[in-house]
């Protein structure tokens, strides 16, 4: 079992940015990539961006440009920098967790609201 803590988010203005973190424990050597997704209400959980752990990524498109992924392996946490935040932005952000993009750990969720 992997257990994911979140961290961070808020609330913020458009234009602003946040950062939100997530921290793995327990059986990190059956993962190789984390990554966040994000659900606004009425919204189906959707992929925002994902590392692996030799530091491949991918970015949904609508975030590309504006958001960062990054990984710290010594530490098992992955960061996820929000730059020109939009209204549309706004869910509740997850920590994911698994072994060849088939996520399976997850966490309890951050809320990220931003403001028009």
């Known amino acids: 079992q992997v257990q994911l803590v979140e961290s961070g988010g808020g609330l913020v203005q458009a234009g602003g940015s946040l950062s939100v973190s997530c921290a793995a424990s327990g059986s990190i050597f059956s993962i190789n990539a984390m990554g966040w997704y994000r659900q606004a209400p009425g919204k189906q959980r959707e992929l925002v961006a994902a590392i692996t752990d030799v530091g491949s990524r991918i970015y949904a498109d609508s975030v590309k440009g504006r958001f960062t992924i990054s990984r710290d392996n010594a530490k098992n946490t992955v960061a996820l920098q929000m730059n020109s935040l939009k209204p549309e932005d706004t869910a509740v952000y997850y920590c994911?967790?698994?072994?060849?993009?088939?996520?399976?750990?997850w966490g309890r969720g951050t809320q990220v609201t931003v403001s028009s």
């Open positions: 994911a967790a698994g072994r060849n993009n088939r996520y399976i750990y």
